[in-house]
């Protein structure tokens, strides 16, 4: 669908929002999976849909969007091992290893295939978990992945993210206090997002502790991976770019995309940073609801 269409479908999910989930149930525990025990969150009900956070972020990061798709989907929100919430993870950590601890979290609950949605990190374990025969449709916000190792267009990528850790890594004193103002917010934040400030203090405040308490990132970002070539798809696939994304410039990385996903649908949305989550929660809901109905 053309961005216009997005758009003047967006408010859609505000009426999805109305008969949201204050008093909706919501299931919480931890599934034992290969000598791991992986934390997970189950809201609402229907069919079962995958939500997956970034890199150094948690499942807290999709808070803004769950009441928005709980009445339609049975959501399961997992926080990856290594993440702060998450599982403790052994060894080297890689993109395979965490997917693969994700396909046990699904082969725990019996799910063979599920929707998926996953911004940045979480969107290409979206795309693996097609690639692996477990996805119904995947819809991939501002993924990461979509660059050679190596080459500046993933040095630039992943040395920016090193660089958001490290900023809260030295200021874990001093800037929460600060978040209570949103200008604060928005601009300590912006490379996550054009519009923290829509963000509670508290919520930015548990971001930085994310940020900063996710023990794997140096593995992750040393990354030795990348998304290949997925020809025909196995599943529908939706790309989402996000127009101001600063870590995944869409200039550079779009391009790449399109090049190893030929067959995949393309969106952009448009006045967004790299965490649609935060900056547009109705739209990116309507955008993972539409991606499930080309199933």
Known sequence: ???????ATAAAALAIAST??????????YIAANGVDYYYEIRGSGEPLLLLHGVTMSGAVWEPVVPLLADRFDLIV????GHRGGPPFSG????SALVDGTERLLDERGLDTVHVAGNSMGGWFAIELARRGRARSVCALAPAGFWTVGAPDERRATGKVRTVRQRAIMGRRVVPPLFRFGLVRRAVLR???????RLTHEQAVEGMQDIIGCTVAEDLLAIQEQIAPLEPLPCPVTIAIAE?????????H?????ERLPGARFVTLPGVGHVPLIDAPELTAQVIAQSVDLA
């Open 254 to 258: 779009e391009a790449i995309a399109r």
């Open 244 to 252: 101001k994304d600063r870590i995944f410039p869409p200039a550079v």
């Open 1 to 7: 669908m053309a961005t216009t269409g997005i758009l």
């Open 92 to 95: 080297r950590a890689t993109i």
């Open 191 to 197: 490379d996550a997002a054009e519009h923290a400030d």
């Open 20 to 29: 949201a989930v204050e008093a909706q149930d919501v299931r919480t525990g």
């Open 78 to 81: 997992p926080t990856a091992a």
